[in-house]
Each structure stands twice: as structure tokens, then as C-alpha cells.
């Protein structure tokens, strides 16, 4: 039985079965999903693969700031999917709210409903750049983005010629 | 019927590989893709018409005490518009052809901008010298060790 468990971890562990909820998105971020299941982006060859039920699913990807309305059911569809699971956030909308963040109809993203493995912002996200989020969810590539703190120059790096030099570099 | 098949299937075998060999191939967007905001900080000087303009709320724009502007840019919720880059009048914002943004940590989408500026003296406000050179002779100007100049 133990052999069993591991041969299946290592068959089935980077077969994702996705299922695609929208929660109130535009269809921009939908069209952009199916998209990336076409030949041309083929995310089947990473095991990806769309589902029909929640219970049969091993990730779950959400598009849309989260409605009123859709948040219970959101609720509901991801305690129907079984432990373990991973939840993406595709487009803005679903990363942060998008421009509706602070709408009163909106909870604004989500990350306030339900909790999120995955961002992957854009508005919608290239199909190139959801296959990255998914390459990135299975190690295939690193993570590109930190976050930044900018300041300007100080005294001492002005006194070495920090923005004359930049100039007359680039 | 089979000759049909067999005829679909020969075109397919003709056709070659189709797919995009995008993760471990790069494929890079067509000029005048929008993608995640840059900020060059020696440019900005705090008048924050992109916080105006930006019709997602990213931009926040908040004056820590009298001598410092803290622009926070909450980029998760952005929409690429480009909006703040066409309001910017140093072309201190400007949008990289950088798509691939996806991360597995929220904080990871935050860009914080801190710009010296002059205090009024007669309302404390928050106020931009002239010209960058100005920028020395503000009591809010900061050596890198962070003492006062």
C-alpha cells in the first residue's frame, strides 16, 4: 500500500486537474485561460487539464474581484475541492480587485475569500504569462518579481556623480 | 471514410510541431505591450498627477512628516492602462514589455518611492524644489547613512 501511495504522488503529482471559476470577472481573463489550453500554448503537456467538477480538481483558478453575490459560493466550491489544492488568482481583478477594489458591490480580490497560492497579475495576464504562473506553481521557473523599495540619491552618491555618470552612460 | 483519416492525420504529421516552446523558450510581447510599471526614483519629483489619473487607485500618495513623499504603488490591482506614464512629465513612470509577474506572495506586488521634498513655510506642506541640485539644500535631504545634510 505504501509503494502504492508513492508511485502514485510520483505519477500524479504534477497532473493538475484545474477547475476555472468565475467570480465576476469580464471574460477577458476567461478567454485568455482557455487560451492557454489551446494547441498553440498547450498546457496539457505540463498535465494541465480542464474539469467540470470541483471534486474532481486538484487546483482551482479564479478570475474576477469577487462579487457579493459569488462569494459564498466561492466559499462553498473550494471546501468541495479536495485537500491538497492550489488556488490561482488570474488577472488583476482577482489579485487585487482590479479597478473595482473599492466598489461596494465588490469584496475586492480573492485573497479576502478564500486563500491564494498564486498571483498572476495583468490585465487580462498574456497567455504566456498564466503559463508562466503555472510553470512557476510546478518549479519549472523562478520567480521574477520582489518587492521594491526606491529611493532617491542621496548626497553622497550625488557627490560621486550619480546622475552625471548615469547619463553619460545611458 | 479511413482515407479521410488517414488523409487528416497526414496533414497533421506534415504540419509539424505547432506549440509554443514558450517556459523554456523566451517569447517576447510586440513593441507597445504594456506591461509591470517601472519607476526610475532620480526622475520623480512627488507632483503625483499619476495618482490622479490611475483609475485602479494603485498610486498612494502620502507625506511622511514635512520633508518626505511616500508614493506607494499597490501594482497587484494595476490595469496596465498607461495612463501615468502618458500624465508623467519626467517620464518617471514607463511601462516595461515585463509580463512575467506571477508570484505566490501578495507583498511581493508593492513598489514604495520615497522623494525628498521641501516643507512651506507657511502651510508645512510638502513642496518639490526647482530643479534636482535644489533638491541638497532641503532640510529633507538625507546623506545615505541617513543623517541630514
Redesign the interface.
Known amino acids: 500500500m505504501a509503494f502504492l501511495e508513492k508511485a502514485c504522488k510520483k505519477a500524479f503529482g504534477k497532473a493538475l486537474w484545474v477547475y476555472h471559476a468565475n467570480a465576476g470577472a469580464c471574460n477577458g481573463c476567461d478567454i485568455e485561460v482557455i487560451n492557454v489550453l489551446t494547441?498553440?500554448?498547450?498546457a496539457e503537456?505540463f498535465g494541465i487539464k480542464l474539469v467540470g467538477s470541483p471534486r474532481h480538481a486538484d487546483a482551482v483558478v479564479v478570475s474576477g474581484p469577487v462579487t457579493r453575490q459569488v462569494a459564498p459560493a466561492l466559499r462553498r466550491l473550494l471546501e468541495a475541492v479536495p485537500k491538497p489544492r492550489l488556488v490561482f488568482a488570474i488577472g488583476?481583478?482577482a489579485?487585487?480587485?482590479?479597478?473595482w477594489?473599492?466598489s461596494y458591490n465588490v469584496l475586492g480580490?480573492a485573497?479576502k475569500v478564500i486563500p491564494?497560492?498564486?498571483?498572476?497579475?495583468?490585465?487580462p495576464?498574456?497567455p504566456?504569462?498564466?503559463?508562466?504562473?503555472v510553470?512557476?506553481?510546478l518549479g519549472?521557473?523562478p520567480?521574477?518579481?520582489?518587492?521594491?523599495?526606491?529611493?532617491?540619491?542621496?548626497?553622497?552618491?550625488?557627490a560621486e556623480g550619480?546622475?552625471l555618470q548615469?547619463e553619460a552612460h545611458g | 471514410m479511413l482515407t479521410a483519416k488517414l488523409r487528416e492525420a497526414l496533414i497533421c504529421f506534415r504540419a509539424g510541431r505547432v506549440t509554443l516552446p514558450y517556459p523554456f523558450a523566451p517569447h517576447d510581447p510586440a513593441p507597445g505591450f504594456r506591461g509591470k510599471i517601472t519607476l526610475d526614483p532620480d526622475r520623480c519629483f512627488g507632483c503625483g498627477g499619476c495618482a490622479n489619473v490611475c483609475p485602479a487607485g494603485v498610486i498612494q500618495v502620502r507625506d511622511a512628516g514635512q520633508l518626505l513623499r511616500v508614493l506607494e504603488f499597490q501594482w497587484r490591482r494595476c490595469t496596465y492602462c498607461g495612463r501615468c506614464e502618458e500624465v508623467c512629465p519626467e517620464q518617471a513612470i514607463t511601462m516595461s514589455q515585463q509580463f512575467e509577474t506571477a508570484t505566490d506572495r501578495g507583498d511581493d506586488m508593492v513598489m514604495r518611492l520615497e522623494v525628498f521634498m521641501g516643507p512651506c513655510q507657511r502651510c508645512g506642506r510638502c513642496y518639490t524644489p526647482p530643479t534636482p541640485l535644489d533638491r541638497m539644500d532641503r532640510t529633507g535631504f538625507r546623506t545615505s547613512d541617513g543623517g541630514r545634510s
Open positions: 494547441p498553440y500554448y498547450d503537456r488583476s481583478c489579485c487585487g480587485g482590479g479597478a477594489f473599492d480580490g485573497d491564494v497560492d498564486f498571483y498572476v497579475p495583468g490585465c495576464p498574456r504566456e504569462a498564466i503559463l508562466y504562473g510553470a512557476l506553481a519549472l521557473v520567480k521574477q518579481v520582489a518587492e521594491e523599495h526606491l529611493t532617491q540619491e542621496s548626497l553622497d552618491q550625488l550619480g546622475i548615469k
